[in-house]
Structure formats: structure tokens, C-alpha cells
């Protein structure tokens, strides 16, 4: 009986390997969009497993609805935030201010704190994006080099991708889990905070010594044609709305900790408030009304926020299908128990298999669903802070070593004119140390928690 059973353990892990592989394979390899291959993969590892091809189908919609429901409203929310802070010049108007109350030995130091403000509400690509004129604007006019001021602004917004709700991967890692949303952000703004440091101002220093690249040419100003300077919202305002959710989930987080279960009003009334979803959408009608933008201008953005995280949408909603799954065919649980019986701790494996899909797929999405879903088991008897801190452990590792298949690499290369060799010198190694120092403070703080 425990022969039979040893090879049906065998057989489920083969099938998740194998199902990996294929993943793998399908995104570096044929190019397939990760959508597709986290899909075909799912439907493989299912039929492998003996589910069977419509338990198989039925298990990964499941799973793809269930993600949808609690992540892929949370993520169009938090589009439409950032369009609007964006369009509104509300992200401008902090960076301006920023900057130009900074004497120039700082500058980097500055420049690392509005990339993790900006990254905030903002999806990487999207920040990167705006910030790019900045961030060679201020080195032309610093004369300082580009190296010293683009990577802690890179790193401030890597940081908060990889570690902080309402990003893709901590918040399917949070709905995976069955983390605690509020305790997760709050943890996971304390550990970026001297991983930004560490990461950006201070990388940044040595690595100005080893790539000596001229800044571009400025190819545009952030804002050109949609606002005028007079009409931005202040530096106040704008801040203000960026914090008004994070304030309201880590106020309901703090009120379940220290009045758990209360009926009073005002725990009763953070409770409501800081529901990630009544929060987010908080934040969004509190932007249309507080960044004086007018009506049709507002309604242009949140229409057009929604286009380009579409995309990303399907991933997060595959890797839902895919976890389903590994949890339906059993196979999550055997991995569970391997993880279990190995003897290493159970955070430096889950970094460590965030880090193995990160390499191979080039996607920190893919890899955070892929370890969470893996993982899940795993989180399943965790008490809260450590399944926050699981959280933040997949997030740490699925940055890890952005290299030739990942397309951050290639949009950093292009924007900082630099060739692959100083890409690798300074972008790949800054994300390797966000990564690493991750692990560390989630491992610092697992010691106390």
C-alpha cells in the first residue's frame, strides 16, 4: 500500500515537473504569451495527473474565476488610480517638488524615494514610463550621471512591484495564500524601505564606477499636451490620495490585531473601509475629485487605463487556473510535504522556487503565481504574519536576476541607451540585490514574528 502510494506521489510530481517544463518552455522558448502556455500547462498537468480532460477544464475556470473575483478587480482599480494621477500631473507635481528641494548629494537619495512613491499605485511599466523624461531631465540638469540617478529611481519602483499590494504578484500571492492583505502591505513597506536603500542609492554609487554611460537625449516631457503646470494638483493632495488606501488597510489590519471581532463602530466602520476593494475604489473616486481634472478628462483616463493591464489580467487569472490545478490533482500537497520533510526553512524555498521560475520565464508574474500556487499547501496552517511573510518571500525571489528574456530588461536597455553588458552591470544586479535583500529582512522578521 505505501509502495502504491510512493508511486502515485511520483507520478503527480512528475506531472508538476513536467507541467513546469512545458510552461517554461512555451514563454523563453517558442515565445508563446504567457497566458496560453499557464493555460496549456494546467490542462497537462491535469490530464497527467489522471483528472481527467473535463475535470481538468472545469478546475483551471474555476481557479481563473476565483483570481479574477478577488485580484482582477483590485487590479483595474488601481489602474485607473494611477492613469489618473498620472494625466492629472499629480505624479509630476511630487517628483518636481521632490527634486527641487534636494541639494545634489542627495539627488539619488530623492530619486529612490519618488520611485518607490510613484511605484506605489503604479504598475512598473507604467512608472517607468513617466518617470523616464524625469529621470534624464534631472541628470542633464544635475550633471550628475545617469547611472547615480536612474537606478534608485528603478529601484524604488522594483521594489514596491515585487513586495507591495495592489501589484499583480503580491496580490495573487495574497489571494493564493489566504494572506492577510493589510498585514502583508505594511510588512512589506518595511521591508523595501532599507531594500531601496540598500539597492538604489548605495548600488547606485558603485555602480556609476563600473558603467560610464552618457545621459540621452530627452525624448519628450512627461505631461506634454494633457495638463497645464497651473492646473496640477498640489504636492499634498497628491500624496494624500497615493496613501489614502494603504492608511485604510493598514488601519483595518491594525484594528483586527488589537480588537479582533469588535462590534464597536469605529473598528466595525475600518473593517469596511479598509476592504482592499472599498479602499481602492475609495482612492479612485477621492483622485477624480481632489485632481480638479474635468469631467470628460477624468472619464477619458478611466477608460483608457483598463487597455494595457488586459494583458496582465489573463496571466494572473491563468496562474489561478494553474494553482486550481496542482490543488485539485493532489499535487500541491505532495509538494507541500516534500517542502515540508526537506529540513530548510520554508521561506528560503519559497524565494528559492520564485527565483528558478524567474530565471527561466523572464516573468516576476509567472513566477509569483507559479510558487504561490505551489506554495499553498504549504501557507495553509501558517499563522498570519508568517503567511504575509511568505507572501513577500515568493515577491523577493520572483525578481531575481532579470536577464535577456525578460522584457524590463530590454525597456531599461533601450530607455538608458546602454548595451547588454552594462544592462547586466547594473539593472540585472540592482533587481539580484532587491531579491536578496528581501529574503533577508523576510527572514529577520520571521525570526520575530
Known amino acids: 500500500m505505501e509502495q502504491a502510494a510512493t508511486a502515485g506521489d511520483a507520478q503527480l510530481i512528475i506531472a508538476a515537473l513536467a507541467g513546469i517544463a512545458a510552461i517554461v518552455l512555451l514563454i523563453s522558448w517558442l515565445k508563446l504569451h504567457p497566458f496560453l502556455s499557464l493555460s496549456i500547462g494546467a490542462l497537462g498537468v491535469g490530464l497527467a495527473a489522471n483528472l481527467g480532460a473535463a475535470a481538468s ?15 482582477g478587480l483590485l487590479m483595474g482599480l488601481g489602474a485607473m488610480f494611477g492613469k489618473l494621477l498620472a494625466d492629472s500631473g499629480g505624479a509630476d507635481r511630487i517628483v518636481d517638488t521632490l527634486v527641487g528641494r534636494s541639494r545634489p548629494e542627495i539627488l539619488p537619495w530623492t530619486m529612490g524615494l519618488v520611485g518607490a512613491i510613484i511605484g506605489l499605485p503604479m504598475f512598473f511599466e507604467i512608472g517607468l514610463v513617466l518617470l523616464m523624461p524625469v529621470i534624464l531631465l534631472v541628470s542633464q540638469r544635475s550633471g550628475q550621471s ?22 499583480p504578484g503580491p496580490l495573487v500571492a495574497v489571494s493564493t495564500l489566504g494572506a492577510n492583505l493589510g498585514l502583508t502591505l505594511g510588512l512589506g513597506v518595511l521591508i523595501a524601505i532599507p531594500t531601496v536603500i540598500i539597492s538604489g542609492p548605495i548600488f547606485a554609487t558603485l555602480a556609476d564606477r563600473w558603467v ?26 497628491a500624496v494624500t490620495a497615493i496613501l489614502l488606501p ?3 488597510m493598514l488601519a483595518r489590519a491594525i484594528s483586527e490585531v488589537i480588537a479582533p471581532g469588535s462590534k464597536a463602530l469605529l473598528p466595525s466602520a475600518l473593517h469596511v473601509l479598509g476592504e482592499p476593494l472599498i479602499a481602492l475604489g475609495i482612492a479612485v473616486i477621492a483622485g477624480a475629485l481632489m485632481f480638479r481634472m474635468p469631467k470628460a478628462a477624468v ?6 487605463s483598463l487597455g494595457p493591464i488586459a494583458g496582465i489580467l489573463l496571466v494572473v487569472g491563468a496562474g489561478g487556473g494553474f494553482k486550481q490545478v496542482l490543488v485539485d490533482t493532489g499535487i ?3 509538494i507541500a510535504n516534500a517542502i515540508t520533510d526537506s529540513g530548510l526553512p520554508v521561506m528560503f524555498l519559497a524565494w528559492f522556487v520564485a527565483v528558478l521560475v524567474r530565471i527561466a520565464t523572464g516573468s516576476a508574474t509567472v513566477a509569483t503565481v ?11 496552517g501558517l499563522p498570519p504574519a508568517q503567511g504575509a511573510l511568505m507572501v513577500l518571500a515568493i515577491g523577493s525571489g520572483s525578481l531575481f536576476l532579470s536577464h535577456l528574456n525578460d522584457a524590463g530588461f530590454w525597456l531599461v536597455k533601450g530607455y538608458l541607451n546602454m548595451d547588454i553588458s552594462q544592462t547586466l552591470k547594473t539593472w540585472t544586479m540592482m533587481e539580484c540585490i532587491i531579491s536578496v535583500c528581501g529574503l533577508i529582512g523576510v527572514l529577520i522578521l520571521g525570526a520575530f514574528l
Open 246 to 248: 494603504v492608511v485604510l
Open 57 to 71: 477544464v472545469a478546475s483551471f475556470t474555476k481557479g481563473f474565476g476565483t483570481t479574477m473575483a478577488g485580484v
Open 146 to 167: 545617469i547611472v547615480k540617478i536612474a537606478i534608485p529611481t528603478l529601484a524604488g519602483l522594483s521594489a514596491m512591484h515585487g513586495l507591495v499590494p495592489p501589484h
Open 212 to 237: 560610464n554611460v552618457p545621459t540621452p537625449e530627452l525624448f519628450g516631457q512627461a505631461g506634454d499636451g494633457r495638463y497645464e503646470t497651473s492646473t496640477q494638483p498640489s504636492f499634498a493632495t
Open 299 to 304: 472619464a477619458h483616463s478611466l477608460e483608457s
Open 370 to 380: 507559479t510558487a504561490a500556487g505551489i506554495l499553498a499547501p504549504v501557507a495553509a
Open 332 to 334: 500541491g500537497a505532495v
